[in-house]
Nanobody
Framework: QVQLVESGGGLVQPGGSLRLSCATS????????MGWYRQAPGKQRDLVAT???????NYADSVKGRFSISRDNTKNTAYLQMNSLKPEDTAVYYC?????????WGQGTQVTVSS
């Protein structure tokens, strides 16, 4: 019933920008803590950024100052604005929703940063 759908990924040159969206359904969005994670081939899935139901944000050191997580409770959607992209940012980006101890995951969207 609960669904998370990511969009906005693609191919971008180093230094470019992308905006990822995570649309949710089947759950009361305002109750959720939201997060973005990424996973490159052969590597573990790492936390990128989180935003709580109250709007508090946290970022991985590797993206701090370049990425910005936000949410629009009227659209049941979370966003990840990605600026100054680097090749090392290349990964599949996943949206996650948390309600208490239960987690829901999106299908992922590919972000490729390359010249």
């Amino acid at each position: 019933q609960v669904q998370l759908v990511e969009s906005g990924g693609g191919l971008v040159q180093p230094g470019g920008s992308l905006r990822l969206s995570c649309a949710t359904s089947g759950i009361i969005f305002s109750f959720l803590d939201m997060g973005w994670y990424r996973q490159a081939p052969g590597k573990q899935r790492d936390l990128v950024a989180t935003i709580t139901s109250d709007g508090s944000t946290n970022y991985a050191d590797s993206v701090k100052g370049r990425f910005s997580i936000s949410r629009d409770n009227t659209k049941n959607t979370a966003y990840l604005q990605m600026n100054s992209l680097k090749p090392e940012d290349t990964a599949v980006y996943y949206c996650k929703a948390n309600r208490n101890w239960r987690a829901y995951w999106g299908q992922g969207t590919q972000v490729t940063v390359s010249s």
